[in-house]
């Protein structure tokens, strides 16, 4: 019987021995976690390779709170505090330094056509299946969202083009599908492109109004410099094409006058380029004029860094239908092409131009560059976009940087944020 009570003594003994180490070492756990969690994030130049980063999808529990279509109250607040759904995205903003003093996010996508009925019908069954909700995720995430729009948003019947010659296209879209645009989010689409008199002037107005009509705001018009408020920052917007009856890229002196006034006018520049040849033939930028079918596309190279020197903070470039190289001129980003990012069985996909990305940077109200990320995004076979797991935009434009500005010290780590050799540019000093 002793002997019985002192086995059940030995063992009531040894089981609160091991509960009171397991408690300690959780207690122990749990405070490194905490601690880990709240250290410093070091941000690093890094070429690994990326295929093994997951994005969420939409059917992945992605915030604890819904998310709303409009992101207008998302946008005032984003300065202040980070989006609900940002620390679940794997470029989440936690990795900014959120300054104290007044910044803006900047989103910019490549040409955007959401189908034609003209001259056939290749529309969608559901408009809203041209962005898929993976990708709305990321486009809630912007002060200002910008795209390059190159279809006419009218009901006009007659187009200005003659496109019975080869390689000549007029694209229209119902007027109703300017509703699309604003419930993704878009503040400024660019109409500075060859596409904008598809329908001629009457289609022009047409879209310019409907876009009008739903909150959207269009850039690209002559003489014109689009100014736009948002978090205590006042944001100049020009479009420039190589065409007369926009602002033209080929007239050099009137360009850089209208951006030394917009720069008097606003805290931050933006200039919008529609410039350089077509195809996956022009996928490199060189420092000389480009010619697409003999017409005049521009020097890339010489426009964009004439808009830095006088006073530009953004260049934002499109219509080589195809991803260019970025670089940091005078501490200015610069993206050569953003390349395609909706086009519905219009666009092509084949090869390099169904690589796309959302370019996303953070300026401050001094114009400095304060952070700048690629999201790579890749169009599936009919033309719409998918946030892409394989980063192919982010090897691409890896290979076209150090082909075409080898002397650059930018380079893209692994997560799709530009750094500089040494550190990131968007660390804030």
């Given at each position: 019987m002793t002997n019985h009570r002192l086995k059940s003594l030995v063992s009531l003994a040894f089981l609160s021995i091991c509960l009171g180490f397991g408690f300690i070492m959780g207690v122990l756990i749990r405070s490194g976690r905490l601690q880990a969690s709240s250290s410093k994030v070091t941000l690093v130049s890094d070429s690994t390779n990326v295929d093994s980063v997951q994005f969420p999808t939409s059917s992945q529990n992605l915030s604890s709170k819904k998310l709303s279509s409009k992101k207008l109250s998302s946008k005032n607040s984003l300065t202040n505090k980070l989006i609900s759904t940002a620390s679940?995205?794997?470029?989440?903003?936690?990795?900014?330094?959120?300054?104290?003093?007044?910044?803006?996010?900047?989103?910019?996508?490549?040409d955007l056509v959401p189908g034609t009925n003209f001259p056939n019908y290749r529309l969608p069954k559901n408009k809203n299946q041209l962005f898929p909700e993976s990708v709305r995720i990321y486009l809630r995430r912007a002060d200002i969202l910008f795209g390059n729009f190159e279809s006419s948003l009218t009901s006009y019947r007659y187009t200005a083009k003659d496109i019975s010659r080869g390689q000549v296209f007029a694209f229209r879209s119902p007027p109703s599908y300017a509703s699309l645009f604003a419930d993704v989010g878009f503040d400024i689409l660019n109409i500075a492109n060859n596409h904008s008199l598809d329908?001629?002037?009457?289609?022009?107005?047409?879209?310019?109004?409907?876009?009008?009509?739903?909150?959207?705001?269009?850039?690209?018009?002559?003489?014109?410099?689009?100014?736009?408020?948002?978090?205590?920052?006042?944001i100049a917007t020009i479009g420039f094409s190589p065409y007369s009856f926009h602002n033209s890229i080929h007239d050099l002196e009137k360009a850089k006058a209208l951006v030394e006034i917009a720069k008097t006018q606003a805290d931050v520049v933006i200039v919008s380029m529609h410039a350089g040849a077509e195809g996956t033939q022009a996928l490199r930028v060189r420092n000389k004029t480009e010619y697409f079918y003999g017409e005049n596309r521009g020097n890339s190279i010489k426009f964009a860094r004439?808009?830095?020197?006088?006073?530009?903070?953004?260049?934002?470039?499109?219509?080589p239908h195809v991803p260019r190289a970025l670089n940091i001129y005078k501490g200015k980003?610069?993206?050569?092409?953003?390349?395609?990012f909706l086009g519905y069985k219009t666009l092509s996909t084949r090869a390099q131009t169904a690589y796309s990305m959302i370019l996303e940077v953070r300026i401050n109200k001094k114009g400095r560059l304060l952070a700048a990320k690629i999201i790579p995004v890749h169009l599936d076979s009919r033309g719409i976009p998918q946030i892409d797991q394989h980063f192919r935009t982010v090897g691409l434009l890896r290979y076209l940087i150090n082909k075409d500005f080898p002397e650059t010290s930018i380079q893209i780590n692994k997560k799709g944020e530009i750094v500089t050799m040494n550190s990131s540019i968007t660390q804030s000093k």
């Open positions: 679940n995205l794997p470029f989440s903003q936690e990795n900014y330094s959120i300054a104290e003093e007044a910044s803006v996010v900047i989103q910019a996508v490549g329908f001629g002037t009457v289609g022009l107005k047409d879209t310019v109004r409907n876009l009008k009509s739903v909150g959207i705001e269009t850039t690209g018009h002559k003489n014109q410099i689009l100014l736009l408020e948002k978090n205590d920052l006042t004439n808009m830095i020197d006088s006073g530009a903070d953004l260049v934002l470039g499109h219509g980003l610069i993206a050569y092409s953003l390349g395609n």
